[in-house]
C-alpha cells in the first residue's frame, strides 16, 4: 500500500538570472526583468512529497514532523532571506532557477530519506509559476 | 482520450493516533502531541480524482454530480463531525492516520465507480500536510 | 500614520458545543452534528490585527517576529492539539463556539499588546465560516 | 533532468451543456441546471503543465514568460469573456464540457511546444471542480 | 461583545454589461469585452458578514446553519446557473455589475435577519476583482 | 450607496531592513534575517480597495480595467522585479518595510482619484504577514 506524503513549506530569497560569460545585453535579451544586477526576490512555497509503504505499526509512510524538521534544516535555514547567487554555493556558477533550485533541494533532502522511499519536488517561485522534479 | 475529473470535498473529525498496546509514554513518544487522550481534530479536505475516457455522448468522464453525491454518501455522512477512533468501526483497530484514512476512503469509493475507472484520493489533514493513494 | 499589521497562525483542536444543562435532545436540536458527545475538530486559522502608528525608526507598528511568538506563547501553545472543552478552563463553563473563542483569544493577547495598539482578531472554524472580534 | 514547468492563467466564459438531437427534457435529465438554454458561466483556471531536460545554457525547461504568451495567444484570447457554444467554432459540435475543454485547450497549445516536450493541461471549471488532460 | 460572523458560499452565472439605451459601439466602448453580447459567466463568491451580540445561551451571533440555509434559499437558488441579464427581474432594468449585484443580495437577505444584526456582503467576481456593500 | 471595489495585483521584489546610522550589530540585533548585507525577496500581493458611490450610468465605482491599469503603472512598473532599496528613490532614506511601503503606494495612488473616492491599500509582504493603510 504506497502512500504518497506531502509537507508545504516556506523561504522567502532574492536571486538574479544571469550568465557570468554574457554580456548584460545578452543576459537582458534572454532573462529579462529577472537579470536585474540589483537582484529580486520571491516567497518560495515548497512542497516535498515522499512516496513509500505504510507502516502497520504507525500508521504513518514517514513522520511528517521529522519531514518538517528536514525540510527546516536542509532547505530552509539554508536558503531563507538569503541572496542565492551570492550564498548559497551550488548557485555559485548555476543559474537560480525555479528549475535549478528544484534539483538542488532535491540532492540535498535524497540522501536524508529512507532509501525505499521515493522523493519529489514541487517548487512554487510565484502563486502563477511552479515546477516539479523527481530525480 | 483519458482524462482525469476531480471533486474536491469537506468533512472535519476529532481523532488521536495511538496504539492501545503501546504505554502512554510510548504513545507521546512516537506520536506527540497527536496522541492526547482528550483528542484532537482537523478540518480535512478531500480531492477525488477518477480516470477514465470521456463518453463522447456527453462529454463526460463522469458527471460530477453523480460523483459529489458519492462523496456525500460514503465518505462526509460517515466522518463528519465524528470522532473517527470512537465512531468509525474501521479504525477500532486502525490507527487513524492521514495515510490510513485515505486508503479507508479509497475502499469505500471503488466499489461505486464504473469499473473501467481508476480512482485516487487525496487528503489534506492540514493546509500544509496532504497524503494521496491510488489503490 | 496608522497602519494595520496582521499575521496569520494555525491551530487544530477537538471540541463539542453543548449545554450541561440542557438535555441531550435540547442539545442536538440546537446545536446539530456540533453537539456529538464523541467531539470533533477544526483546523483553526487565526489572523491577529494590530494596529498603532509606525515606529519613524523601524519602520515597522509592531515586530512581526514578537507578535508571531506571542500569538505562538499566547494562543498555539495553549490550544494546539487540545480539546477545547477538557483542557481548557476558560471553556469550562462557556461553549466553545468560535464567537466565544474570538472573545477569549482577544483576551488573551490583549494585555501583552503596547496600550496604544488597537487589537481585533479573526478566527476561521472552517474555510467557509469565521468570525471577528474587536474588543 | 526532467523537470515539469508549471503556469497559471485565468479565463472566464459562458455555456451551457446539451444536445442539439435531444429534447430540452432529455437534456434537463442529464445536464441539470448546466442545461440552461440563456447560459451560466464560470472563471476558468487553467495551470499548463510543460516537462523536459533543463536546458543548460539558461536553467530554463522554456522561457515561462513564452509560455505565458503562448497561453495569452492560444487559450485567453480564443476563450476569455466569450459564450464556448456560440463563438468557439471547435464547440458547434461538442459539448464544452471541462473535459472536452482540457482536449481542446491540449490540441491548440501541443503544435506550438518543442517536440521533446510533453504537454499537460489542467482546468478547474469552478474551486472544487477540475479535470486534467495529458493527451 | 459584538462579533461578525461570515459565511462564504459560491454561485456561477452569466452576464453581460450593456444599457439598452446605448448603441453597440457605446457598450463596448465603456464595458469592453464584459459587453459581448453573446454573454460570459464568472464563479461568483459570496461572502455574508452578519454582527451582533453573541448570545450568551449558544455561543452565537447567528446559527451558521440558519444563515447558509438562508444564502442558498435568497441567493444561491435565484442566481445560481442563470443569466443574470434574462432571469433576475432585479436586472431587467440595472446592470448586473458586480457592485449592483451586492446590493441586489444584500436587499435580498436583510428582512430575514435579526433587525439587531448588521449585514454587509462580500462579492468576488473574478479571484483577482471583488466588491462589498454594508447598506 | 457607497461601495468598496477591490483589485489585487502582483509584484516581487527584493530588499533589506536596515539603518545606514546604524552598526551591522544593531541592525541585525532589531532586524534579524531581514537585515542581511546580500538582501532577500518577496513576493507581494496587493490590493487596492477604492470606496465611493455606484455611478447609476454603468453600475460601476470604477471601472476595474483603470483601475488595474492604474496599479500597473503606478505600482508594478517601479517596483516589479526591482530592489526596493537600490532602485526606489522614496526608499533611499526610509526602510522598506511593508508599513512603509503600504503608504508609499498610497501615496502614489492616491493623485489618481476621483476626489469623491476613499483609498486603502492591503500588502501581502508573505502569506502569513500582511498590512492595511488607509490614509
Not at 13 to 22: C, I, P, T
Not at 69 to 85: A, C, F, P, Q, T
Request: charged letters at 25%; one cysteine or more; hydrophobic letters at 35%.
Amino acid at each position: 500500500m504506497k502512500v504518497t506524503v506531502s509537507r508545504k513549506a516556506h523561504f522567502n530569497a532574492a536571486h538574479r538570472l544571469y550568465r557570468k560569460d554574457w554580456t548584460d545585453d545578452q543576459n537582458e535579451n534572454i532573462f529579462g526583468k529577472c537579470a536585474n544586477p540589483h537582484y529580486h526576490g520571491h516567497n518560495y512555497e515548497l512542497i516535498v512529497h515522499v512516496r513509500g509503504n505504510i507502516d502497520p505499526e504507525t500508521g504513518y509512510v514517514m513522520d511528517m514532523k521529522v519531514l518538517k524538521d528536514l525540510i527546516k534544516s536542509e532547505v530552509e535555514e539554508k536558503m531563507d532571506h538569503k541572496n542565492l547567487n551570492e550564498e548559497i554555493v551550488e548557485f555559485s556558477d548555476l543559474i537560480p532557477s525555479a528549475e535549478n533550485m528544484a534539483v538542488v533541494i532535491y540532492n540535498w533532502l535524497k540522501p536524508h530519506l529512507d532509501q525505499a522511499h521515493t522523493l519529489s519536488v514541487t517548487l512554487y517561485e510565484t502563486p502563477r509559476n511552479y515546477v516539479s522534479y523527481s530525480g
